[in-house]
């Protein structure tokens, strides 16, 4: 017996969009998503698109009415249910442009569930711009196969993230004065976590001690080398995916 | 006993030089590093400035003869031993500019020991800049503490590369198409070690059979989500470093 090429093939466009998704939709698209699928993919009438939708799961959908600047989508058939997403908060100090969309972006691609901005008294970018983190994030999505787009929390100061902090959810943050291997207290601490990166200062005197003052705090350490900010937050998701047996 | 101020402070600049440093030498600087000195970091006579040659660990140095574009560095003590550096070079296929620069910034602040671009079939990117990828790993190291900078290896071909594969070196790649947990394939194999990570496009088949047939391969398996190949760099290193007890 030949084998079955596979479909849709490997190189199938994916793409997210805002609405829901169920088999025999029709998904207008015009502006930059259309462009994408026409210009750069060079998608022709019944060429295949994989979809989410980021709730629903993924979807083949099929190209109709082609034109030059736009189409529709038919959704026919459901092709894999919505990942299990692990319980991961990313809590990260707004860092330079390009520093902090790769960081939104690396938090995607590595399976957090959600990223929070958090404003410190080091913090020096003053605006989180909320759609271009949200579009890094959906891009990270469209490119590593995620049917889930991590949340983006509302941007807080870490007086008002700590004062709130939900009982059973570990914090753990890289302590420059010392603090546990990440590794060894990321696996003795099981269950819904956060991590907490700061600015590129790092956190000051009266912030650590704000922060180890809760009682889900647990101060990690990165190892001998100062990590830049966007580093520690990529290294220690990785460590966190990897203790917890994601990957 | 009122506490003594900290000396050199901890924002006295810090800086790699290519001459060897010892105790009595003077280093005069002008071009790039002498402007970061004078005007980016506003260095007047007898200021600190921390020194580091890859070499022979960190010095301090004292600015002497301070003009408007040049100076002298005098350097007076050793601040620090060399570090100890893991084991752990980085094998990588050259990626888009921006990305690659990113790997090699990573793999200095994380703490590989080597750098190796490594070209394979699906490798787009046709030369690779070693004056640049040495600049940032550079300027990482100056950043980041280390003092040592990776050597930066040769650029080889994927086939010359398995051809010449130390006995002694375990050799881990991230296999698409399975492959054991990272952390514990890690775990269970100490010792000097690398990390192969391919081009966007993966390995192709062909490829993948060549370093499973190296005795010293160890797929890895990094888990649900197609991770792009600056991730997959980031992540696999920072695992090793905390699977080695480095951190």
């Not at 930059?32 to 210009?39: E, F, T």
């Not at 220690?236 to 203790?243: G, K, N, P």
Request: charged fraction near 25%; glycine fraction near 8%; hydrophobic fraction near 50%.
């Amino acid at each position: 017996m030949p084998a079955t090429p596979a479909w849709p093939p490997q190189s199938t466009p994916r793409l997210f969009v805002e609405a829901p998704l169920h088999a025999g939709a029709a998904i207008p698209l015009d502006g930059a998503p259309a462009h994408y699928l026409l210009s750069v993919m060079r998608l022709k009438e019944g060429d295949p698109v994989k979809l989410f939708d980021g709730m629903s799961g993924e979807w083949l959908g099929i190209a109709r009415a082609v034109r030059k600047r736009d189409l529709v989508l038919e959704v026919t058939e459901k092709l894999r249910e919505r990942e299990a997403v692990p319980d991961l908060w990313l809590c990260a100090a707004p860092i330079k442009k390009g520093r902090i969309d790769w960081v939104a972006e690396k938090a995607c691609e590595l399976g957090v569930a959600r990223l929070v901005p958090v404003l410190t008294r080091r913090t020096v970018v003053d605006r989180v711009k909320d759609e271009r983190l949200r579009a890094h994030m959906i891009e990270a999505a469209e490119q590593c196969g995620r049917t889930a787009v991590p949340e983006l929390g509302e941007t807080l100061t870490l007086d008002a993230m700590l004062a709130r902090w939900p009982t059973g959810r570990a914090l753990f943050f890289a302590d420059e004065t010392g603090g546990a291997p990440a590794l060894d207290a990321m696996r003795a601490r099981a269950g819904p976590a956060a991590i907490l990166i700061g600015p590129e200062g790092g956190f000051d005197d009266a912030e650590r001690a704000a922060i180890r003052a809760l009682p889900q705090a647990i101060g990690i350490s990165l190892g001998p080398r100062i990590l830049r900010a966007d580093t520690a937050a990529a290294a220690t998701v990785a460590l966190w995916m990897a203790a917890a047996g994601d990957w």
